[in-house]
């Protein structure tokens, strides 16, 4: 018999988000999906539209219960309403992990050679530091880096591999003198645990999580064309792929009549598309991720 999932105190909340405390579980936390949708850290461009965070929600809990299936360790453990997830407390690291297909976003901004949409035979993962407002503090309330430019926030680790990491700023081109931001130890942002070993866990799990979804969105005729997650430590200490899977983690292309191409993912909104057309979009994956398999 499953034990009453009471929601307590709010812990934490963002700008798509709130997760609270369980009450008397002290392990685990809801999440509750808003009905807001952002583009490009920027207050001003924030809007809602009703069922925005019904159809995230459903295509995350989809995700992640396939990422279950499969054998991939993640935070999620069920859906318990329209809005409102069940999943482990886990001590996030602040990291984003892209796996890229094709080339597109911020990496041809740095790489001006590259012709947009490329496909990468090989999948290109990428670790970015998650800095909030140009700041990384840590839980002791420490500043590990700051006073990095809206434009520099969540800067490229060029080493992830390396203890001392090199950090770079995400826009601008590899030739450009400015585009070094300083170094930091990799304990600092990993702590209490062995760097190499986890960042190499990190990227072998989320090539594992790309594949996955990359075969079943395919199998519905969907192309993914890039992806971004996050990690976090769960109360037994296991690295585990955490935070959410939605259509503002990944850009996730439709086929069209004319033979190409149409983004059905938040990116729609970051081009300019009218709410009424990305609420349509948001509700087609979210129909197409019920069938979600591998």
Request: hydrophobic letters at 40%; a positive charge.
């Amino acid at each position: 018999m499953d034990v009453k999932i009471e929601v307590g105190k709010l812990l934490a909340e963002g700008k798509t988000k709130r997760v609270f405390a369980v009450k008397g579980q002290d392990d685990r936390v809801i999440c509750v999906y808003k009905d807001t949708i952002t583009a490009h850290n920027d207050p001003k461009l924030t809007r809602e539209f009703i069922g925005k965070g019904a159809d995230s929600n459903t295509i995350n809990c989809r995700v992640f219960d396939l990422l279950n299936r499969v054998g991939i360790p993640t935070a999620f453990i069920k859906q318990l309403s329209a809005n409102e997830f069940l999943a482990l407390k886990c001590q996030m690291i602040p990291l984003e992990i892209v796996a890229r297909r094709y080339l597109v976003g911020s990496y041809l901004k740095r790489h001006l050679d590259v012709i947009e949409g490329t496909r990468c035979s090989h999948l290109l993962v990428e670790f970015f530091l998650k800095t909030i407002r140009g700041r990384l503090i840590n839980e002791k309330g420490q500043a590990l880096i700051g006073g990095l430019t809206p434009e520099q926030d969540d800067p490229l680790i060029a080493n992830p591999f390396g203890s001392n990491w090199q950090l770079i700023h995400p826009k601008l081109p590899v030739w450009d003198e400015n585009r070094e931001l300083g170094n930091i130890a990799a304990s600092a942002v990993i702590p209490n645990m062995m760097v190499f070993e986890t960042v190499q866990n990190m990227d072998d799990i989320v090539r594992r999580v790309f594949l996955t979804l990359e075969n079943a969105w395919g199998r519905l005729r969907l192309r993914l064309i890039d992806l971004k997650i996050e990690f976090g430590i769960a109360p037994d200490g296991r690295l585990v792929v955490a935070d959410v899977i939605d259509p503002d983690s990944w850009r996730l292309h439709f086929p069209t009549k004319g033979g190409g191409w149409e983004d059905v993912s938040k990116q729609s909104f970051r081009n300019g598309d009218e709410l009424d057309k990305v609420r349509i979009k948001y509700a087609l994956v979210a129909k197409l991720a019920r069938k979600l398999d591998v």
